[in-house]
């Protein structure tokens, strides 16, 4: 309690903190609502100037940005079907579809509370436990228990927002097919490259998810204008209940856990937590197909889990000195260009600095409520714009999105042709949110599992050595077996 009163006195007392807290709490809100440019795009755009602040201030202006950041891609995410960032990709499955029915306002009013409350119950976790958890995690979780972890996400994203539950398998599987696109993660061998140098580093996500939500739904909305069957949305700002709370609080607290374990483990961030958050509500829900159709708990629980995985992320990096993302791992080269090494000297050495950065974070997600309620109140408005004029600057932010990730216009192009498939699968009943898991998951999944062939010793049956890999294995192949089932009921009707 001292050194929190410390580090309030610390971050509040001096003008120039205060004022310096101030605006990386309205940068980073601003930065986060253009997709492809987000909070790390800020981060690495002010760091040259961070050398000439103290440590202190450095680190924390970068701490409160990533807080801040993960939560404000939400707001486009739900109103315009772009996410400002991929940890914000769940909150369109069920976001989106809320602002179509006209309840744009509760799924916001939802966002900001479920953020606030992720992140600052994950700030508090993060003041009391950094030193153990963070010992704990790494002891724990090796690259086997990150690929079950993986695969029981996976094992659940069939009944996510597909017509049927081969849809939803055919559309993960696709995903599954746009991740293995670049190099191999054990030889470093070019694959599936069709001979274009650009595509041997993968295909990018960014451009993707912009093409898929973005693209697809200009293509959709457009189709729907041109047949006169276009039905404008309604507009509605009314934030949920206490009671619409509490009904979600075991969503809300399953969510924090899930974003805040997933943030402590190095490498993982905000992105898998959010994703791995979404599939467990779907999983644990008595009613998955509303899911992806409007279900306030999809947004509850990507946000939640998001905002959580930030307090998570620093332990690591203050404890162990590993970035848990590319937020963090820039904080790192911070740390360094002040000449201090993150890692378990840090919090004896420079615990002015720990503290003024926990309090820093803390106050962060605290201020997500006041501003956005506000942010609320004036942005839902934007949905009174008529399509037709709002369509083209849609496009407009998403291919400068696009082509900002790399400055490529090749990523352009990419977004297009997603948007196309998007547009198509869409129109088929296949599940954008299959895909988008396909993609993310994927590719952390790929690389997990040869970390662990290399630490096994190339032996399948070790997995179930370990008890963690093996209750999330067995947990895994136990949801596709009901998965399954559940499809095989429903095609005779068919």
Not at 52 to 63: D, G, N, R, V, Y
Not at 141 to 168: R, Y
Not at 230 to 246: A, N, Q, R, T, Y
Request: charged share 10%; net charge neutral; glycine share 12%.
């Amino acid at each position: 309690m001292v050194d929190f009163l410390n580090g309030t006195i610390a971050l509040f007392g001096d003008p120039l903190n205060a004022a310096l807290f101030a605006g990386a709490v309205l940068f980073g809100l601003v930065f986060s609502i253009i997709p492809g440019l987000g909070p790390v795009t800020l981060a690495t755009i002010l760091l040259p100037f961070l050398a000439h602040l103290t440590a202190a201030q450095a680190i924390m202006i970068l701490a409160v940005i990533y807080c801040i950041g993960v939560y404000g891609g939400a707001v486009s995410a739900i109103l315009f079907n772009i996410p400002g960032g991929p940890e914000n990709a769940p909150t369109a499955f069920d976001g989106y579809p809320m602002a179509q029915q006209g309840r744009a306002g509760k799924a916001i009013g939802a966002a900001i509370t479920c953020s606030a409350i992720g992140g600052t119950v994950s700030a508090v976790m993060m003041m009391v436990g950094t030193a153990y958890l963070a010992q704990w995690a790494i002891r724990a979780f090796g690259p086997p228990e990150v690929f079950a972890l993986i695969f029981f996400g996976l094992s659940v994203s069939a009944a996510v927002g597909a017509d049927t539950v081969w849809k939803g398998f055919l559309s993960v599987c696709l995903g599954l097919l746009i991740g293995t696109i670049g190099t191999d993660p054990a030889g470093g061998m070019a694959r599936f490259h069709f001979g274009q140098n650009y595509l041997m580093a993968g295909v990018n996500f960014i451009p993707l998810i912009l093409g898929f939500f973005a693209i697809s739904e200009v293509f959709i909305q457009g189709r729907s204008m041109a047949l006169g069957i276009h039905v404008p949305p309604k507009i509605g700002i009314e934030f949920p209940s206490l009671k619409e709370f509490w009904q979600l609080k075991l969503a809300i607290f399953r969510s924090t856990m899930v974003g805040f374990f997933c943030g402590m483990l190095p490498g993982i961030g905000a992105t898998l937590a959010a994703f791995m958050s979404y599939a467990e509500a779907v999983r644990w829900s008595r009613h998955p197909e509303r899911f992806g159709r409007g279900e306030i708990e999809g947004v509850a629980a990507s946000e939640t889990a998001n905002n959580a995985a930030t307090g998570g992320a620093m332990i690591p990096l203050l404890a162990l000195g590993l970035p848990g993302g590319a937020l963090t791992a820039v904080m790192v080269g911070a740390f360094q260009m002040h000449g201090i090494e993150p890692g378990p000297m840090v919090l004896i050495t420079s615990k002015d600095l720990v503290w003024m950065v926990f309090v820093a974070m803390f106050f962060a997600n605290l201020c997500i409520l006041g501003l956005g309620y506000l942010e609320t109140r004036m942005v839902v408005h934007l949905l009174r714009i008529p399509f037709s004029l709002l369509a083209p600057t849609i496009v407009l932010v998403a291919v400068i999105g696009a082509y900002g990730v790399r400055n490529l216009l090749l990523d352009v192009w990419v977004m297009v042709i997603a948007g196309i498939i998007g547009f198509i699968m869409r129109r088929s009943g296949y599940s954008m949110a299959g895909v988008v898991l396909g993609v993310i998951l994927g590719d952390l999944g790929e690389s997990a599992f040869v970390k662990s062939m290399q630490l096994l010793d190339y032996d399948l049956f070790a997995f179930f050595g370990r008890p963690i890999c093996a209750i999330l294995i067995v947990a895994g192949f136990v949801s596709l077996g009901f998965s399954l089932r559940r499809g095989l009921k429903r095609a005779p009707a068919r």
